[in-house]
């Protein structure tokens, strides 16, 4: 394994040779976010529409068969970037939107149910069912089981936090029991940079007969994930936190899994044979793809894959883990500085939230913006979160490829340059 060089790998990113507030060189500590994108992947999107532009699937044209063939080979290198077969990688338009798929097959399935159609006896909740979150869930993987929970009468429960940032497993078996039919869990904490143990969560799962779902977008953009090796049932991520466009995200699913799920969005391209009265659904993944497909966001992210498939993923996961243990040692040197999650790198992502005694995390933003630094400041779409560790919002700094040591002493130093500014140093 070769180690990384961010400032070789930075001129490939365009934006990042940019200015900022008045001249001042970007220092980019967001890609928990957003990721930037390297010139691979924009030119592969621009050269699509230059020379292959045609809906895919759609047509018998030449044009309509090259863009057949760049979605699907996009398809092909994301699914065997994470050990998966293509026909098990659906195309979503971001990682909300597949979750969101994930908890609509419930609801759906749910309400067919009630009907007398004929459904997977899994994806069918009742009252007296339940459904498993934790309390570290970003807005994506929560807002829509509480949407489920709503509609079937399902109750949701979830997995509590320690006060070091960890789940708390001590009553696992009494949160997920006979009860349960789902649990969806975080595998990387935006928020705590946590690494949960989504094995054992979804051994925990299975145990009991209930679909295991992941959350997977802060952890595949930056180690090795192999969809094996997790052991869920389905698995969602985003295509721009791994150097991708913005507008494409994937769901994962077993084959199995995905063959009996009740489609989320319907009309063109996800039919086999359409009647007055009725319709019969294409196979996954084709099924689960109404309209036109984002081939040209498609494209691009077979580029990032491509990318960081070039630098060899133990690399990148290397990279963060040791950039990770530097920033956290640099934070905890300011008086004042508290660190919300894991003040080790062990089992612990990169996206790091802190607050800073007397500032809001808003000015903390501020201050670091007018030096050119840019970094996350709320409640990073996880308020149960910050409710549990008593926070309003935090500063989040968060790395990747492009991000050297050098990167954090700018961030410290704006910080030191903060609190003398407000006072507090």
Request: proline share 5%.
């Amino acid at each position: 394994m070769t180690s990384l060089d961010p400032q070789r790998i930075k001129k490939d990113f365009p934006l990042l040779e940019r200015t900022v507030r008045d001249g001042q060189p970007l220092v980019y500590l967001d890609s928990a976010a957003t990721s930037q994108k390297p010139r691979a992947v924009l030119d592969a999107e621009r050269s699509f529409y230059e020379t292959s532009n045609a809906a895919a699937h759609r047509g018998a044209h030449q044009l309509a068969e090259e863009a057949t063939e760049a979605y699907e080979g996009a398809r092909a290198r994301v699914a065997g970037f994470v050990g998966a077969r293509a026909n098990e990688v659906v195309f979503t338009k971001n990682a909300t939107e597949g979750l969101n798929l994930a908890a609509y097959a419930f609801s759906n399935a749910s309400a067919l149910a009630r009907h007398g159609r004929e459904v997977d006896p899994r994806f069918a909740l009742r009252p007296g069912d339940s459904i498993v979150v934790t309390e570290m869930e970003h807005h994506a993987n929560l807002v829509p089981w509480q949407e489920v929970a709503a509609k079937t009468g399902a109750t949701l429960r979830w997995i509590g936090l320690t006060d070091d940032g960890r789940l708390d497993l001590g009553d696992l078996g009494s949160v997920i029991d006979s009860s349960t039919r789902v649990v969806s869990i975080v595998h990387q904490s935006n928020i705590l940079g946590t690494i949960t143990p989504v094995r054992q969560v979804m051994d925990a799962a299975h145990a009991v007969g209930a679909i295991g779902v992941v959350d997977a977008c802060q952890s595949i953009p930056h180690m090795p994930v192999s969809m094996a090796d997790l052991g869920a049932d389905l698995v969602a991520w985003s295509g721009h936190k791994m150097l991708g466009p913005t507008g494409i995200g994937m769901l994962w699913g077993r084959e199995d899994v995905l063959a009996t799920m009740p489609p989320f969005l319907t009309g063109g391209s996800m039919i086999e044979m359409v009647y007055l009265d009725h319709s019969t659904y294409a196979p996954p993944p084709q099924r689960f793809e109404a309209g036109v497909p984002m081939v040209a966001q498609a494209v691009g992210l077979g580029a990032a894959v491509e990318y960081l498939d070039d630098l060899g993923m133990d690399a990148v996961a290397a990279h963060e883990h040791e950039l990770t243990g530097y920033a956290l040692a640099r934070l905890q040197e300011i008086d004042g500085v508290t660190v919300i999650g894991p003040r080790t790198n062990v089992e612990r992502g990169s996206a790091i939230s802190f607050t800073v005694e007397g500032i809001h995390p808003h000015d903390v933003g501020q201050i670091l913006d007018s030096r050119g630094i840019a970094v996350r400041v709320g409640h990073h779409c996880a308020w149960p979160t910050c409710r549990r560790y008593g926070v309003p919002a935090t500063t989040r700094i968060s790395t990747y490829i492009y991000n050297d040591h050098g990167d954090i002493d700018a961030a410290v130093a704006g910080i030191r340059a903060a609190q003398k500014y407000f006072g507090v140093a």
